[in-house]
């Protein structure tokens, strides 16, 4: 079984920064892609940023510029670093992981239990 941690969500100011981090666990031995979706109240899971294992990159336009993925593949864990913070940045951010391999087999998607970020003065 995969497991995907995501720590670092919290209270911010507008303008100011976060730092998001998912771990992923389960005997792992490889990931495909690595990624961050947010669930605004009322809204649909939208995708903010995604990164391959060669280290491409996708961003939703809203977050072009103020937003950074990165990944260690060593450590199964993806980072997002959130600037420039803005009110419409509040929701709970969700990790996912598709195309994953490990010990017990192939799984195709897998998903975070997510955390909060809210910001606001």
């Known amino acids: 079984q995969v497991q995907l941690v995501e720590s670092g969500g919290g209270l911010v100011q507008p303008g100011g920064s976060l730092r998001l981090s998912c771990a992923a666990s389960g005997r792992i031995f490889s990931i495909n892609a690595m990624g961050w979706y947010h669930q605004a109240p009322g809204k649909q899971r939208e995708m903010v940023a995604t990164i391959t294992s060669g280290g491409v990159t996708n961003y939703a336009n809203s977050v072009k510029g103020r937003f950074t993925i990165s990944r260690d593949n060593g450590k199964d864990t993806v980072y997002l670093q959130m600037n420039s913070l803005k009110p419409e940045d509040t929701a709970v951010y969700y990790c996912?992981?598709?195309?994953?391999?490990?010990?017990?087999?192939?799984?195709?998607?897998?998903w975070g239990k997510g955390t909060q970020v809210t910001v606001s003065s």
């Open positions: 996912n992981a598709k195309g994953i391999r490990n010990s017990g087999g192939y799984y195709i998607e897998s």
